[in-house]
């Protein structure tokens, strides 16, 4: 068995993979690992929320009885988003927080994220320090010792909500916003995120069932939410994820934005404001190089990290950065969130909007998206990739030709044997004809 935990927490088939067994395993060693140094002399305590999966509600009992056995008094606040979990922990002094939630998965799988008293997100080294102590023995607590388990369904709409208030300086009343919850966790927290802040908000995919969360709605699919705004005649509209961490948006005309021409938005609103620490955007390797570009003319530097919004996120920190994230809509706003915040997303986006008195369009046409092409080549010795000299020498040739306007990503998968291999090009003839050439490489090359 690999390592547990990917990217981003526990994630996989529910009551297959992640089981109300693993879950319990899971809370009662996360308990042990994140509170073995702890001075405090009052009793620890977690809280504990989920998307609408049908299988949420085991897997948070579960893990709220692994956490009550290790003397964890335990607070579960129902259907709320990953980010509102991440704000609760670090903002009502909870000792850690966990959201069940397979993000954006469809609704069959599921998963467990654990956040740090601060709201951040664990560190891989202490992810693997829990993996190492499930199932070990020790002297569970009785009596008294044992967790008190409760619960408080209206502490993300007084807290988390009221924290949301307070964010824009500028009233969003004139602009119609499309709202695409995903039948997911901001179902109710996003549009009511964004009346608060005045906007008239026009919403779809908000009446989950447990079983229709991302199906063929939300930021994975949004050609709903692309048709639904220009019938609506919107603005421009949103569209979030199943635990709403992430934010993808359209422009009046039904065009998508992605998560790298809001980051471009965002940041160029920022530096003009001076709150762009040395005007500097976190972004990953699967950045478009348009976005690389158009920053570059917006005198706006870049910084590169592997994917995934944790590792955005501790390049920020260590460089004291407000602003980074990912294509696919993970934006973080250090200034008020720990963690990807799709409500937060369109809220500034939304700000950006009101105050310039632009179209989303107008103010996401400076970053012109190069073409793209990936493919993934299966069956192939991914540890490999990095060091056959062989394949290099191709990469290095390809990125040669293609020259400023494009550039070559070899990204061996962390969960499946196969290479994926993304070009990006002036041209989509160009990018299709180097993908394809240098994927045929790697599957001569690396071949099992």
């Keep these: 068995m690999g390592r547990l935990f990917g990217t981003d927490g526990v994630r996989g088939l529910a009551n297959r993979f992640v089981t109300a067994d693993l879950a319990l395993q899971l809370g009662e060693a996360a308990a042990r690992v994140l509170l073995k140094d702890r001075e405090a002399t009052t009793r620890p305590s977690a809280i504990i929320g989920r998307d609408t999966r049908q299988s949420g509600a085991m897997l948070a009992q579960a893990v709220a009885a692994g956490l009550a056995s290790a003397g964890v008094d335990v607070t579960h606040v129902d259907v709320v988003s990953t980010p509102a979990i991440a704000y609760l922990s670090a903002n009502l002094d909870y000792d850690l927080g966990v959201m069940i939630s397979a993000s954006h998965n469809a609704m069959p799988d599921n998963g467990i994220k654990f956040f740090a008293h601060n709201g951040y997100k664990l560190e891989d080294a202490t992810e693997e320090v829990i993996e190492a102590t499930l199932g070990e023995e020790w002297e569970r607590p009785v009596g008294s010792g044992v967790g008190k388990i409760g619960d408080d369904y209206e502490v993300a709409s007084r807290e988390y909500l009221d924290h949301l208030s307070t964010v824009l300086s500028t009233d969003l009343s004139g602009l119609r916003i499309a709202v695409d919850c995903a039948n997911g966790a901001a179902s109710i927290l996003g549009p009511e995120a964004l009346r608060r802040a005045g906007a008239d908000v026009v919403v779809i995919n908000a009446a989950p069932d447990g079983k229709n969360i991302n199906d063929h709605c939300g930021s994975t699919h949004p050609e709903q939410l692309q048709a639904l705004v220009v019938a609506s005649e919107a603005d421009f509209g949103v569209a979030f994820d199943g635990d709403a961490d992430r934010c993808l948006a359209v422009d009046h005309e039904g065009n998508m934005v992605d998560g790298d021409q809001i980051l471009g938005v965002l940041a160029v609103g920022l530096k003009e404001t001076g709150n762009l620490p040395d005007d500097t955007l976190v972004i990953t390797v699967m950045s478009n190089l348009g976005l690389i570009l158009a920053m570059r003319d917006q005198g706006i530097k870049t910084i590169q990290t592997a994917v995934g919004d944790r590792y955005v996120l ?119 004809r180097v993908a394809k050439e240098l994927a045929d490489v790697v599957a001569d090359r690396l071949s099992l």
């Design 314 to 432: 501790e390049a920020m920190r260590e460089g004291g950065y407000a602003l980074g994230g990912e294509q696919s809509g993970h934006v973080i706003a250090a200034e008020y969130a720990t963690t990807g915040d799709g409500l937060l997303t369109a809220l500034l986006l939304a700000e950006q909007v009101a105050k310039s008195g632009k179209t989303l369009r107008d103010l996401a046409s400076f970053i012109h998206r190069l073409p793209q092409t990936l493919i993934n080549v299966p069956g192939v010795d991914k540890a490999r990739a990095k060091t056959d000299e062989e394949l290099l020498a191709a990469v290095a040739e390809a990125e040669e030709g293609l020259g400023e306007t494009g550039r070559v990503l070899l990204r061996p998968s962390g969960t499946e044997p196969l290479v994926r291999v993304m070009v990006e090009a002036g041209t989509q003839e160009e990018a299709d």
